[in-house]
């Protein structure tokens, strides 16, 4: 299965957006995204091939040359890549001295396998020069096959393999690197067995609020040591973790964050079922589908993570997403459901949070109306609704 470049015409466009913004680009995301494949495509598109300079800091003989920063980028002009930044996050103070020279004409197009809050030193250091991207596994507006994206997930080579059983080999190799590796080398010491049985467990919390006590008592480790554990999984892009909204009120509101599995196939492949007969017999199947279709949702929306939020009175009433975009208060709910309709919970939310609109997602096709600003729709139909699909 192959997929054109134009599919990922969006980020490309983001690319070079920002570099009419910035001299310095960030692109990061999660490895094996496809940040290289994307890079090479902007190289081509924008004709660049004879003034690129591309430094492969995983390749050793790439590295060494790091040891000297400034005679190996000082000369050069052009656009510089640097893949893989979080192996020399030390260069960024470099990187800044050689923009801000009034006779730069170089720019830097940073590729990395984790946030930009794990890659410190470019947010303190290139305040103001640099422009964050986040690339993610595919979206629907991608590869238009919602039900093949949900079982096998978003990463290029679990979507695009030849078949299922290839699909399952890939990412369960990509499990074990990434445990063994990827999180060592940026600098955690944590044994690669704690973290499989950590993540493995968070299989139980997905779609659910995040309980660091209840799961460092199964694993016989401390609350604080767990919320560690969720910050590097956060923090390479593996977890999202959805804070409260707390709105003024006299009621007690939910406090802790509930986390979701940011790409389904490594969540079912975690979960110890891959293929669509198994999804549809789990007792998961429901929070599989509503963490698939939040991430699907947050991405069409092109919001930051930093605007979505859940809401929740205990035992009261609660809204899966709640999303502040353009000056709006955006209100979704996710449904396993054949026909959703409308509850006491979704009344009280809409009350509550003065919300401009609520919708309801659903895995059917139909769309309509339950009240004037609350609507019921198949995801397929929203996703395709939103601009650019």
């Not at 060494?64 to 400034?70: D, G, S, T």
């Not at 955690?188 to 973290?195: S, Y």
């Not at 493995?200 to 779609?207: D, I, S």
Request: proline share 4%; charged share 25%; aromatic share 10%.
């Amino acid at each position: 299965m192959v997929l054109s470049s134009r599919k990922r015409e969006g980020f490309l466009k983001k690319i070079i957006f920002s570099f009419k913004v910035n001299p310095v680009v960030a692109l990061l995301g999660p490895r094996q995204c496809g940040k290289t494949t994307l890079t090479r495509m902007f190289i081509k598109e924008q004709r660049l091939a004879k003034k690129v300079h591309y430094f492969d800091l995983e390749d050793p003989e790439d590295l060494a040359l790091f040891e000297n920063p400034k005679l190996t980028l000082g000369s050069l002009e052009g656009l510089i890549v640097l893949d893989e930044i979080q192996k020399v996050p030390e260069i960024f103070p470099l990187i800044r001295v050689l923009v801000d020279d009034p006779d730069c004409n170089k720019k830097f197009l940073i590729l990395g396998s984790a946030s930009r809050e794990l890659i410190q030193q470019s947010s303190e250091t290139l305040a103001g020069r640099i422009s964050h991207l986040e690339l993610t596994p595919f979206s629907f507006e991608e590869v238009e096959d919602l039900d093949r994206l949900w079982i096998q997930g978003g990463f290029p080579r679990a979507y695009l393999a030849d078949s299922l059983k290839e699909s399952v080999g890939w990412r369960k190799e990509f499990i074990s690197t990434f445990l063994e590796r990827d999180i060592p080398a940026l600098g955690f010491k944590i044994p690669a067995q704690a973290m499989r049985r950590f993540w493995m467990m968070l299989t139980v919390f997905h779609a659910n609020i995040f309980n660091a006590s209840e799961i460092g008592r199964s694993l016989g480790l401390s609350s604080i040591t767990m919320r560690k554990y969720l910050d590097v999984l956060v923090g390479t892009f593996m977890v999202r973790q959805l804070q409260p909204w707390h709105e003024n009120i006299k009621k007690r509101q939910v406090k802790s964050p509930k986390i979701y599995f940011r790409d389904s196939g490594i969540f079912h492949s975690l979960l110890g079922s891959v293929s669509r007969e198994d999804i549809s017999r789990h007792v998961k199947l429901g929070a599989s589908w509503e963490g698939f279709a939040l991430e699907a949702v947050i991405r069409a929306l092109n919001v930051d993570s930093e605007d979505c939020y859940f809401w929740a009175v205990h035992q009261q009433a609660e809204l899966d997403l709640l999303v502040f975009k353009e000056g709006k208060r955006l209100g979704f709910e996710f449904k396993w459901a054949d026909a959703p309709k409308i509850t006491q919970s979704i009344k009280t939310a809409q009350e509550t949070l003065c919300l401009d609109a609520c919708t309801i997602i659903y895995p059917g096709k139909k769309s309509y109306f339950l009240k004037d600003n609350v609507r019921v729709i198949g995801l397929e139909n929203f996703l395709r609704e939103m601009p650019g699909s």
